[in-house]
Each structure stands twice: as C-alpha cells, then as structure tokens.
C-alpha cells in the first residue's frame, strides 16, 4: 500500500520517507523531490514542487482549531480553494466525491421510503381485490 500511494506521486518509498523526515524535522534546508525514474512529473503543480522544493506544510495543531467550529472551517476551506495551488484542486475533487456519496445515500434512502409506500399501497390493493372477490361468490 505504502509503493502504491509513493507511485501515485511519482516517487520512492524511500523518496517519499525522507520528504515526510525533512517537513517533520522542520528543516531550514530543502529536500528534493526525486520523481521515480529521473522523470518530470507527469502533471504541472503548484510552483514549490515544479521547483522540486518542498511544499511549505504544517503539520496540524492539536489544540483548540481541531474542535474549530462549521464558519471556522468553511473559512479554511475557501482559502484553501482560492490558493490556486494543486492543493486547491485536491480539495475541489474530494468535496465532489464527498457531495456525490452524500447525494447517492440521500437519493438511495428517498427510493427506498418511496418503495415501502409502493409496497404498502399494494398490499392494502390486494386486500381490497380479495374482499371484493369474496363478496361476489357469497352474492352468487
């Protein structure tokens, strides 16, 4: 799982583990990025990796912004989308993604209630039918 997710961006294992060293030791210097194979990367990105410097991260802070409220993150959120960065387009895809399963359960739960109505309205038509049939033989 760990060679897939550093394939997905084009690097080592190893590669990947000495970037995650270098933001988590908090650095002055640059690490470089070594795409697998020498390679460029297969699509543009944001300035910082297509200078194959490390992009500025911060790790989160485990502190009161963890428990920030909804207009809080909505906040981040916007300015993350406005960064015009690769992160931007990241998050762009993932709130799509998120929405999409959110508008299947919605969608599925909504087709669901409508077939138990369906089913109930069947029922009681049969009942209906049978009783009706059993008034025609006894007035026969």
Do not use: C, W
């Amino acid at each position: 799982m760990r060679a897939k997710i550093a394939a997905h961006f084009n690097m080592t294992y190893e590669d990947m583990l000495a970037l995650g060293r270098g933001i988590l030791g908090g650095s002055e210097g640059e690490t470089s990025l070594k795409p697998k194979g020498g390679k460029g990367f297969s699509e543009p990105q944001d300035d910082a990796i297509q200078n194959k410097s490390v992009v500025e991260f911060k790790p989160p802070r485990k502190s009161r912004d963890s428990q920030s409220g909804i207009s809080e993150k909505i906040m981040k959120v916007v300015e993350i989308l406005e960064s015009d960065t690769h992160f931007s387009e990241v998050l762009a895809e993932l709130i799509d993604a998120f929405h999409e399963s959110i508008s299947t359960k919605n969608d599925n739960l909504r087709l669901r209630n409508q077939m138990k109505e369906m089913e109930s309205r069947i029922a009681s038509l049969e009942k209906r039918l049978a009783d009706e049939k059993d008034r025609g033989k006894k007035s026969a």
